[in-house]
């Protein structure tokens, strides 16, 4: 029966207090909104959520295929060894050669050349067959990279 008392008491109490709040200062009721919709509104309701957004740019590659790794191929110059290597048409690939001298360095059918002590070459392979990596100053080949079909 205390219980019963004192929770009366505590509803009676807050009720006066925001009879009392909710006159001060007013002159119309439909000034102030009513109490109870400030209280009932939490974190979760609809109207206090945004969707979450994001400015970041995905990168889509333009012909609707995502892009495959880099093959990387190291060459020692100075080694005396023809390396053979076999990448599939299309391949993204990357021929690093290293020297310990100053070469003009040649892919043939690609038609790149590099000259310098440490080169890379980055190109697509995008022409079938074998083709040769060679050294013009010692004639040598390096590499011979054969390019297939996938």
Do not use: W
């Not at 959520?49 to 970041?56: D, G, K, R």
């Amino acid at each position: 029966m205390k219980i019963y008392s004192l929770s009366r008491l505590f509803v009676g109490l807050v009720a006066s207090l925001v009879v009392a709040c909710s006159s001060e200062g007013s002159t119309s009721p439909a000034s102030n909104p009513p109490i109870t919709e400030v209280m009932t509104q939490t974190p979760t309701d609809p109207a206090s959520i945004s969707a979450p957004t994001s400015s970041a740019s995905k990168e889509i590659p333009e012909t609707g295929t995502p892009s495959t790794e880099s093959v990387t191929i190291e060459i020692d110059a100075d080694a005396g060894v023809t390396e053979v290597a076999s990448v599939a048409l299309g391949s993204p690939v990357v021929i690093q050669v290293f020297s310990e001298t100053e070469q003009d360095f040649h892919l043939h059918g690609y038609d790149i050349e590099l000259m310098g002590d440490d080169v890379t070459f980055d190109f697509i392979a995008d022409k079938l067959g074998d083709f040769e990596l060679e050294s013009h100053e010692s004639g040598d080949i390096l590499l011979t990279l054969s390019v297939v079909e996938d």
